[in-house]
């Protein structure tokens, strides 16, 4: 973990789990992001509690996807998010549960339970604690309901899976491209001091134009070329693709995209 700006912290995962983002003030603390497991959401809420003496007040996620939120129930506090992702955790059922589980043993000894939220907004939404504003706005791309949290005060900007450094990024079947690299170079331009990525270290506007470039480069070869295997071949030259860890999720990806087609980008 590390505090990268005054009251902010980022627990962040080294083998590639998603960050928890904290916001401390002395009217409370915001959590962003509760990680997979709801057993480390609760240890970092003993934390905040413990050590920084403050309690938690509100708890919200930059989208829907189960590494993000499925911590949300380990942390007691009202959840706040966008009515887009409200509508995803409206329809995760057990069976969806189960199937997450599946996937992920070490969370066969976890109670998940699906969050609500106490409070939604639509498009934008400002919050406001010991008059730091912290600015809600969903903007899609990874996935429809993806929401940038900016902390205009301190120059972070909390992007969760738009970006992502040092591990490949996850390309989803209702991911829309267009849509996330036009967001990304909107980004760039607002030159915060940091953005905290959904995986892996929190990065400068650097790492923006990396992540441009992978996802225009895996568009590319996916109207040039026709076989998965020969893609994955092609992009694992390139450091870019090369030198990120979860090989696994490029193929993942380019199946992704070849199955998808046009419709995504
Ligand atoms: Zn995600």
């Not at 959590?31 to 709801?38: E, G, R, W």
């Not at 499925?70 to 549960?97: C, D, H, P, V």
């Amino acid at each position: 973990m590390k505090e990268i700006e005054k009251g902010i912290i980022v627990f962040d995962n080294p083998y590639g789990g998603s960050n928890i983002t904290t916001l401390t003030t002395s009217e409370g603390t915001l959590i962003i992001d509760s990680s997979l497991f709801p057993s480390k959401a609760a240890e970092v809420s003993l934390y905040i509690k413990r050590l920084l003496r403050s309690e938690i007040v509100w708890i919200t996620n930059t989208h829907y996807h189960p590494d993000h939120t499925f911590g949300n129930s380990g942390i007691k506090a009202q959840l706040l998010t966008s009515e887009k992702t409200e509508k995803y955790f409206s329809i995760m059922n057990r069976r969806y549960i189960d199937q997450v589980i599946e996937k992920e043993a070490a969370l066969e000894e976890e109670n998940i339970k699906v969050v609500h939220p106490a409070l939604t907004f639509k498009k934008e939404y400002t919050l406001t604690l010991d008059n730091i504003n912290v600015e809600f706005e969903v903007v899609g791309g990874h996935t429809p309901d993806s929401t940038i949290i900016r902390i205009p005060e301190r120059k972070v900007i909390i992007v969760g899976d738009l970006l992502v450094c040092e591990y490949h990024p996850e390309i989803v079947s209702d991911s829309n491209l267009d849509r996330w690299i036009k967001v990304l170079k909107g980004l760039k331009r607002e030159k915060a001091k940091w953005y905290v990525t959904g995986h892996g270290k929190v990065c400068n506007r650097l790492e923006i134009d990396r992540m441009i470039s992978y996802l225009q480069k895996s568009i590319a070869l996916r109207e040039y070329m026709s076989s998965a295997d020969e893609i994955v071949e092609t992009l694992g030259q390139d450091p870019n693709f090369r030198d990120r860890k979860m090989q696994s999720l490029l193929v993942e990806n380019i199946r992704v995209l070849m199955e998808t087609g046009k419709q995504i980008s």
